[in-house]
């Protein structure tokens, strides 16, 4: 099993849609997760963090924790066509190690 | 506030030759740290140095990857002999503390 496993997509939504992009890891002793994005030829950006359970909102961006269930989201609310990325889901182990998944590549379509 | 900074931005080296990347991390990140990103995967850490002392190096293969951080504050990755398999990214990044880096622009690897 994988420490942390993403859907490798790629994901397609119209735009203005929502786009949900799914992350799952296996230690359960992890502390932080992070979401980054990373355009074509381009280096990772981080976009969100969150570190407990529940939602956190910046913007048309959403996280959604659940530590019970080893799961972590990224809504991402009406999706522009500058949203077309990979997305990357980074998780802390408890370790002090960030752990990235595969990353899902998003397409929205205008 | 500037970012990281890495250099060469593009390499192209035959297979057993020997090549170094540097990198600048933020000013005032303890924690830099060197990833290698495959085509098609996300960034696997290979290097995690806290000011110049070594982290985490579990995944960095020994036998021909080195790197150092001498003064706590710019670094340099040498892989000798370059393998076909090493063709990548190598992103370098730096952080106040683990998890929430910032990412360098990288250097593309391309070993023939």
Known sequence: QKEVEQNSGPLSVPEGAIASLNCTYSDRVSQSFFWYRQYSGKSPELIMSIYSNGDKEDGRFTAQLN???????????????????????AVN???????FGQGTELSVKP | EAGVAQSPRYKIIEKRQSVAF???????????????????????????????GVVDDSQLPKDRFSAERLKGVDSTLKIQPAKLEDSAVYLCASSFAPGGEFFGPGTRLTVL
């Open chain 1, 67 to 89: 530590k019970a269930s080893q799961y972590v989201s990224l809504l991402i609310r009406d999706s522009q066509p500058s949203d077309s990325a990979t997305y990357l889901c």
């Open chain 1, 93 to 99: 182990t408890g370790r002090g190690k960030l752990i």
């Open chain 2, 22 to 52: 540097w990198c600048n991390p933020i000013s005032g990140h303890a924690t830099l740290y060197w990833y290698q990103q495959i085509l098609g995967q996300g960034p696997k850490l290979l290097i995690q140095f806290q000011n110049n």
